[in-house]
T-cell receptor
Framework: DAGVIQSPRHEVTEMGQEVTLRCKPI?????LFWYRQTMMRGLELLIY????????DSGMPEDRFSAKMPNASFSTLKIQPSEPRDSAVYFC??????????????FGPGTRLTVT | LAKTTQPISMDSYEGQEVNITCSHN???????ITWYQQFPSQGPRFIIQGYKTKVTNEVASLFIPADRKSSTLSLPRVSLSDTAVYYC??????????FGAGTTVTVRA
């Protein structure tokens, strides 16, 4: 398997623009997680899905952020409108707890977002 | 989620064993202890997970005392490529991970 795939790898946009980040989890994994990492706040869990259903979105910072998982092989994280403080690296991760290691999540390479 | 405390940084030399101790005084009965490694510009990578006593894999060992209020990740014979941030996490069956600041391990030649 190619691992978790994220696109784009880098995104530079202007304040006020809509940004869409994409993630393809590992095939067969039924959990998908979105994280954000900054120097100030570290690695934060934003939202996670189980079998395409959002389970916990308490980490989503505000209404400008939304996430969807229309099918088992694709998820998006959208920011509209974007602000400079959204600049961060966004990671997608997937897992299959049924295989035994409950907390073994596989992370993608991340999307580095810069909002100017 | 139980709070964890680990050293901010540690220095070591190639070939030495590195032991990182994590404190989790409020660990719950159902909680597992998990360690991740993160290299610059990459996502975290799962290293090891345990519930009690000792767990060993090809990368590391995890030692958990009987009271489970702490745990120690042991990296045998480190090399320069083991320079990374190491995170200790504690969680139960909701599968949520809460990453702290981690321990920056620097391995020198």
């Amino acid at each position: 398997d190619a691992g978790v795939i994220q696109s784009p790898r880098h995104e530079v946009t202007e304040m006020g623009q809509e940004v869409t980040l994409r993630c393809k989890p590992i095939s067969g994994h039924d959990y998908l997680f979105w994280y954000r990492q900054t120097m100030m706040r570290g690695l934060e869990l934003l939202i996670y899905f189980n079998n395409n259903v959002p389970i916990d979105d308490s980490g989503m910072p505000e209404d400008r952020f939304s996430a969807k998982m229309p099918n088992a092989s694709f998820s998006t994280l959208k920011i509209q409108p974007s602000e400079p403080r959204d600049s961060a690296v966004y990671f997608c991760a997937s897992s299959d707890p049924g295989t035994g290691a409950s907390y073994e999540q596989y992370f993608g390479p991340g999307t580095r977002l810069t909002v100017t | 989620l139980a709070k964890t405390t680990q050293p901010i940084s540690m220095d070591s030399y190639e070939g030495q064993e590195v032991n990182i101790t994590c404190s989790h005084n409020n660990i719950a009965t159902n909680d597992y202890i998990t360690w991740y490694q993160q290299f610059p510009s990459q996502g975290p990578r799962f290293i090891i997970q345990g519930y009690k006593t000792k767990v060993t894999n090809e990368v590391a060992s995890l030692f958990i005392p009987a009271d489970r209020k702490s745990s120690t990740l042991s990296l045998p014979r480190v090399s320069l490529s083991d320079t990374a941030v190491y995170y200790c996490l504690v969680g139960s069956n909701d599968y949520k991970l809460s990453f702290g600041a981690g321990t920056t391990v620097t391995v020198r030649a």
